[in-house]
């Protein structure tokens, strides 16, 4: 029996936008789907002794110049935001409350918070354009509202994160796949190859 | 005009031991050759407040991990070493004095000294297995053991470092192609298809 892909994604992750726009159909290829698990990369920085990757010396300016290279060479769209990073909280509150009420719109609605942040520049920190792209999709935003600052949402996203870096993430995107982890945009190919293995 | 592969590494880094195995034939294939850039990472982790991975919490085990699993799924012998990570002073400027005296040895030297470290589990931090291998690739290593500790050579190996930083460079493997800054074993594939974009 196969699993699902478990995929762990910060909403103001450059590479985990652009891994977004793609696991589905690399689950696909080898007949899995996609539990998408909205995470917070704060407290994983900090743990690390890390920052965003664009506050780093030497690091930031080579990162913005591949964000949108890697984009390009995959034939996605890429707009650096204007504000970069961003608090994703809500954003990713929302997207746990939609996992309780309608699992089935979980991945339209993330794919739709990543596409708003990083090819239209829509500041997804803001819970009223969170909301609005809730009701894009086709959610009921004024229950969204409320129950995405409920406090059973709110202790929800702390333990997504603690167990999440229990199991050993640390960044984002961030993929098991049977357990085995995989870190990165860049490791779609990898991933290739090591499930072509596994499948033999 | 094509220029040649702008190559940094540090001896002491796993993903460009994997690079050092596969950048002549990715060159190659393209009609370019390579020039090999030994450097130190150790000034360029205190510019941006980094260590080595392996010392990283939560990265550091992922790592381990990855270095075996890239190496394996590229088909490339990788035996972790027993002392990790290690100085690689004595290497780099072995091989800048060879780069001086001998420079149709530089690539097969180089590749020699990373097969050591990461297939052989060899100290290469000690100047005498430096000495043994550059033997072994028919290089006059009296005559290295002498000139790789002149003031020339150490002070260039410092110059190509801060060069190396001026340019952008804050890892390894480290490439730059006509000017264009590629980062990591793991962008093969982008180099690839970034060049086939160039040479349509």
Known sequence: MTTNFDFYFDFSSPYAYLASTQIEALAAEFGRQVNWHPILLGPMFKTMGSAPLTEIPLKGSYALHDFKRSA???????????????????????????????????????????????????????????????????????????????????????????????????????????????????????IRKWLAIQTQ
């Open 72 to 190: 390009t060479l995959n034939g996605i769209p890429y707009v650096h935001p204007q504000v970069f990073p961003i608090s994703t909280v809500s954003a990713a509150r929302a997207v746990l409350y939609v996992q309780h009420t309608q699992p089935e719109k979980v991945a339209v609605f993330a794919k739709r918070l990543f596409q708003a942040y990083f090819a239209e520049n829509q500041a997804i920190n803001e819970t009223d354009i969170v909301l609005a792209l809730a009701a894009e999709v086709g959610l009921d935003a004024v229950k969204l509202a409320d129950g995405m600052v409920s406090e059973t949402i709110k202790n929800q996203l702390k333990q997504t994160v603690t167990d999440a870096m229990q199991r050993g993430v640390f960044g984002a995107p961030f993929i098991f796949i049977d357990n085995e982890p995989f870190w990165g945009f860049d490791r779609f190919d990898q």
